[in-house]
Every structure is written in structure tokens, then in C-alpha cells.
């Protein structure tokens, strides 16, 4: 089998939201991941400093050589509009510990308060607390991030406290607010 059509063979994971659609990363999408993560408007919230063309491309290449690893130990989905293949986000489930997995995700300034990260972040924990089964996601948010808290607040997950120094980025540490949502919470607000 050729790469090309080991390529097409291989479909990976593919969610649907509402609004969003999470796909599995293609190495096509490195222009549009730059877009994103080589804004500083977007990356002044996320635990690492803006990147450059070269760097974008290599996390996407990271993304999709990792979502063929097995145990597959993290679910790093390109998030797009729900009518739309056009990279406009990601969203990120990281397994660690038993059962559970910390979320990460972003969307691109010119999307931003437009329902896409809350649709998707619901999209991935739904994914999460079913398909994987897991019993806690945490997310650590920057704390002057207050639309990214007030998505996670209305999903239901609780803040837990505070991360102190917890990354390095823009220069300077930063402390992180840890919220979590646990399984049993996820299903009653449902």
C-alpha cells in the first residue's frame, strides 16, 4: 500500500458538534495551524509562546504521527465549522493518569465569541466521558482567560484552585486556574 492510499484508508476519529466538526489533523493543515498559533492575540492565552511557520508545521506533523500510536494516549483534533473542512481551531484531549485526561483547545481570533470553542469543548467531553470512558478532565486557564472560564463554567466543570508558576510563556511564568469536570457531573447536566 502506498503512503497516498494508506492515507485515505486510514479515517482516524471524526466528532460533530453543532457547530464544529473535529477531524483528525492533516499535514495539509499546517498553513492554517500557523494562522492560529502564530497569533499572539491567541497565544497571549495558551501555555506556550507564538510560533512560526516551521513550528506550526511540526505540531501538526507531531499531531498526526501521534494519533497512529498505539495506545493512542491523546486525541489532538483540528476543530472546523461544522459546513466548513477549514482549519479554525483544535481541540485536545491528553490522557494521563487512570481515566482521566486534561483539555486543551483554541480557536482563531477573527472565530472568537462565536459558540465554536463551547461547541466543541462539549463535542470532546462527550467523546471523552463515553467513547473513552474516562471519570475526570481538567483544563488549566490562564487566569486572565475570562471567556475561555466562562466556557468551562457552563459546561460544568468546577474550579478546583490555583496553579502557581505553572508555565513559562511570553516571557514570564504564569499561574494557571485548574478547574475539572468528572463523569458522573457531565451526565447529570446532560
Known amino acids: 500500500m502506498t503512503t497516498e492510499s494508506a492515507e485515505k484508508a486510514w479515517t482516524g476519529v471524526e ?6 466538526r473535529l477531524r483528525e489533523f492533516r499535514e495539509a493543515d499546517g498553513p492554517a495551524a500557523y494562522r ?16 512560526d511557520m516551521e513550528a506550526a508545521q511540526a505540531m501538526v506533523d507531531g499531531a498526526v504521527q501521534r494519533a497512529r500510536s498505539e495506545p493512542r494516549n491523546e486525541y489532538y483534533l483540528a476543530m472546523t465549522r461544522a459546513d466548513d473542512d477549514g482549519l479554525i481551531g483544535f ?42 470512558d474516562l471519570h475526570r478532565i481538567t483544563a488549566a486557564i490562564g487566569p486572565d482567560n475570562h471567556a475561555s472560564q466562562t466556557v468551562v463554567s457552563r459546561l460544568g466543570f468546577k ?12 516571557g514570564a511564568w504564569r499561574d494557571s486556574v485548574l478547574y475539572s469536570i468528572l463523569s458522573h457531573e457531565w451526565t447529570e447536566g446532560r
Open 36 to 51: 492560529i498559533v502564530g497569533d499572539d492575540r491567541v497565544t497571549h492565552f495558551l501555555s506556550f509562546d507564538s510560533r
Open 15 to 20: 466528532l460533530l458538534g453543532t457547530r464544529t
Open 159 to 170: 474550579q478546583e484552585g490555583i496553579l502557581r508558576d505553572h508555565v513559562f510563556t511570553n
Open 91 to 132: 481541540c485536545r484531549l491528553a490522557l494521563s493518569g487512570v481515566q482521566a485526561a486534561k483539555l486543551g483547545y483554541a480557536v482563531a481570533a477573527e472565530h472568537w465569541g462565536l459558540g465554536f470553542a463551547s461547541d466543541a469543548v462539549s463535542t470532546m467531553l462527550g467523546f471523552g466521558f463515553t467513547t473513552l
